[in-house]
């Protein structure tokens, strides 16, 4: 099946400083990637809809100038944990839907972030 | 809105038992229903979604729209089928996924 990869796997931040995390599907070309979030033991939250040229949608109770989205090419999304602080602590996973293989959603291995 | 509900947060069966994982669904239109596996250390993958109506690994999954259900079977449990399961949901034209909550299957050697 199609790849998707994120990069850090894990980051480790000051609290205050901004963090960038990497989406990349590696051999499909995605419109559409998502981007979750994982506290432990409970399942995955959509956090935002991320459209290749467009803003992302974001789920209610997300806010996007702290959480922001940027997906520039059909391969590569971005997100950007501005002024991040402990809470800001999680499991961050992405997804890519290739439309190939009827909009299936391949997910990323995902990012931990641990803000001091 | 959507909501997708997996009563179980742990199913502990012994191998060779049958196992049945319960979802339910709330959602007005039609759905699209999936399961998605996570093995131990690895990253979430999509096991069987309803429209396919195939059998993966062995496990089967029928959408029943009387009862809103989407549960997941397997007739034999094997010790490599332990891991995580969600049920989720997809609405028509917005691709967004609603997850449940998963439940851990824990096959007892």
């Known amino acids: 099946g199609a790849v998707v990869s994120q990069h850090p796997s894990r980051v480790i931040c000051k609290s205050g400083t901004s963090v960038k995390i990497e989406c990349r599907s590696l051999?499909?070309?995605?419109?559409?990637m998502f981007w979750y979030r994982q506290f432990p033991k409970q399942s995955l939250m959509l956090m935002a809809t991320?459209?290749?040229?467009?803003?992302?949608?974001?789920e209610q109770g997300v806010e996007k100038d702290k959480f922001l989205i940027n997906h520039a090419s059909l391969t590569l999304s971005t997100l950007t944990v501005t002024s991040a602080h402990p809470e800001d602590s999680s499991f961050y996973i992405c997804?890519?839907?290739?439309?190939?293989?009827?909009?299936?959603?391949?997910f990323g291995p995902g990012t931990r972030l641990t803000v001091l | 809105a959507q909501r997708v509900t997996q009563p179980e947060k742990l199913l502990s069966v012994f191998k060779g038992a049958p196992v049945e994982l319960k979802c339910n669904y709330s959602?007005?239109?039609?759905?699209?229903l999936f399961w998605y596996v996570q093995y131990s250390r690895q990253r979430l993958q999509l096991l069987l979604r309803?429209?396919s109506r195939e059998s993966i690994k062995g496990f089967t999954a029928d959408l029943n729209k009387g009862e809103t259900s989407f549960h997941l079977k397997k007739p034999f449990a094997q010790e490599e089928d332990s891991a995580m399961y969600y049920c989720a949901l997809r609405t028509g034209g917005y691709q967004k996924v609603t997850f449940g909550t998963g439940t851990k299957l824990q096959v007892i050697p």
């Open positions: 051999d499909f070309q995605a419109t559409t």
């Open positions: 991320s459209n290749e040229g467009s803003k992302a949608t974001y």
């Open positions: 997804s890519a839907e290739d439309p190939s293989s009827y909009n299936e959603q391949f």
């Open positions: 959602y007005s239109g039609s759905p699209e």
């Open positions: 309803h429209i």
